[in-house]
């Protein structure tokens, strides 16, 4: 007969297992199905299949999002959320479909530009097309590169950037100080009010890449102190 200490040991052990087993079988980035438009910056030049947007309303499986002259915040229907950049256009499927301009995107997410993937869990990267050129540019994390006319799956690091060209993966470089300050106070960054998911551990990696330039704020709220309230 086993004591009550031996049942709940028993119990957490099988509770562990299973817990493991379910995370093994779930694929490391659910599919998106939709995305939500979370913010509209400069303007109202926000387009879903080419009708003006507005904050909350939705872009389905298939459909194109697009900017003019404003820019805009996304939250995908898998929990990770986006920025765009003005004159972007993507297309809400599988990955995030790229199709010009530039994004940032954060959290279980894969993105794709022409014939280029990129796989990501939980990483902080940004995408940019230019004509057939493509870039990305990863901020926190990791992702693995591939594109479709080769094997070659190319590991990005935190720090790092490679560019695209004719379907071929260049060579991975750091990014600068100075292209990091230049990112941080442009145009992906600044004046949106919802924070990105983990801004906290974005801030981190940037202190530790970083050490020696003044980071800008990211959108982390800074705390004021309350003032106790007198008891009358």
Known sequence: MWGRSQQYLFLFVISAVISLVVAIAQPATAQITQATVTEILDGNQVFIQGQQAAVNQVASQGQQVRTG???????????????????TSLVIGQCIQLQQGAIIA????????????????????????EGEKYKCLVLEGSLAMTATNSDKEVIIEEGKQVEVEKSQIGEVRSISPEEILEILNGSLFQGFTRELPGIGNLRQSLQRLYPNIQ????GIPIGIPRIPRLPF
């Open 69 to 87: 002259s404003s820019r805009a915040g996304l939250r995908f229907s898998n929990g990770a959320a986006g920025r765009m950049r003005p004159n």
């Open 106 to 129: 954060n959290g279980p997410t894969n993105a794709c530009a022409g014939s280029v993937r990129a796989a990501t869990r939980g990483t902080t990267f940004i995408m940019e097309v």
């Open 215 to 218: 980071l800008p704020n990211l």
